[in-house]
């Protein structure tokens, strides 16, 4: 086979971990761990495109996902849920050689639409969609240096307010300690007004993830009361900062500042080059700021549709005002109903 022809993989073929484990920029969505749970979770169908060299070995691969939805629509997501997943390649030129290959596999199918959650080079048939911030802090072996560059009165101040109010950081990894995050999650999202995830989610983030060393929860306590959790997921020296909840009357303690230093000093110890602070909507400068707090780099990433047309840009707040209302103004259970009904559909 040529390494312009391209095809569909097996997520967990064993090829493909040897490959992520070999790029700098694979992360834990690349993982087959992670595909796998949204396929178990949601019933997306995996399609792993590949170009493979002489030997069949991945040279250039794209992942991304089957969504069949009767709300939303019949289209590939590159991937669902998770807020960056590049294209991993070798060069400039199996990149052109994947993204040609993959129009061809659309036509073919009917000029399915892609939704890639990263910045693809611009050709035709390739649109920019959604733009959003993506904040990096590097770590370091010495976790004093990284602190060092964290902002002094925003950052640094807090974490040493936190802990001289005498606030506990406990890591987890066990369902118990998924259940208690999971409840604190459930009242935050209320809180928003947004729907959460379904329960089997996280659950399947400790049976698929956690309990294979790929990820964890921390819990800040005062003596005995829970104030905050987050969950980190991890993978190939990049550590991700991918849930959070906390109980609003707890924040003049500032247990997420001592979470997030506790998850940074976690990854410097364990020889973790990145922490991924995840995407940032560009109207949200304030928590734009908070993460610059940290040390962090921003970049501006804008994800990219593959389809024949321009996407259309939909007038959706509206429709998210009209639900944050709802799920604000009602119990726990409608946050949980919205969610188990809906969530899979907006990948």
Known sequence: MTNTELTLLDPLDTRWLEFIAAQPDANIFHHPSWMELLRVCYGYKPALFVLLDEASRPIAALPSMQVQSWLTGYRMVSLPFSDFCQ????????????????????????????????????MDGVYPAEKFARHI??????????????????????????????????????????????????????????????????RLIWQRLIMQDLGFV?????????????????????????????????????????????????????????????????????????????????QIIYYSVLADRPPKTTASGWRKRFQSSIIQHSPNMVCRFIGELLYQHFA
């Open 87 to 122: 294209p991993l390649t070798v060069n400039d030129i199996s990149m052109d050689a994947l993204l040609a290959g993959v129009q061809m596999w659309r036509h073919k199918k009917g000029n399915m639409e892609m939704q890639v959650h990263w910045s693809m080079p611009r």
């Open 218 to 298: 921390l819990l800040a306590y005062k003596n005995s009361q829970l104030l905050a959790g987050a969950v980190f997921l991890h993978y190939n020296k990049t550590l991700t900062y991918k849930y959070s909840a906390s109980d609003p009357s707890s924040w003049r303690l500032h247990p997420n500042n001592l979470i997030l230093w506790r998850a940074i000093n976690w990854g410097c110890e364990h020889g973790y080059r990145i922490f991924d602070w995840g995407r940032t909507d560009l109207d949200q400068q304030g928590l734009r700021e908070f993460k610059l707090g940290w040390g962090s780099e921003e």
């Open 137 to 202: 802090t590097y770590l370091d072996p010495d976790a004093r240096k990284v602190l060092q560059k964290f902002a002094k009165t925003q950052v640094q101040q807090r974490i040493h307010k936190a802990e001289r109010e005498g606030l506990i950081v406990r890591l987890g990894t066990t369902w118990d300690d998924l259940q208690l995050f999971y409840d604190l999650h459930l009242k935050t999202r209320k809180r928003l007004g947004a729907p959460i995830q379904p329960l089997r989610f996280f």
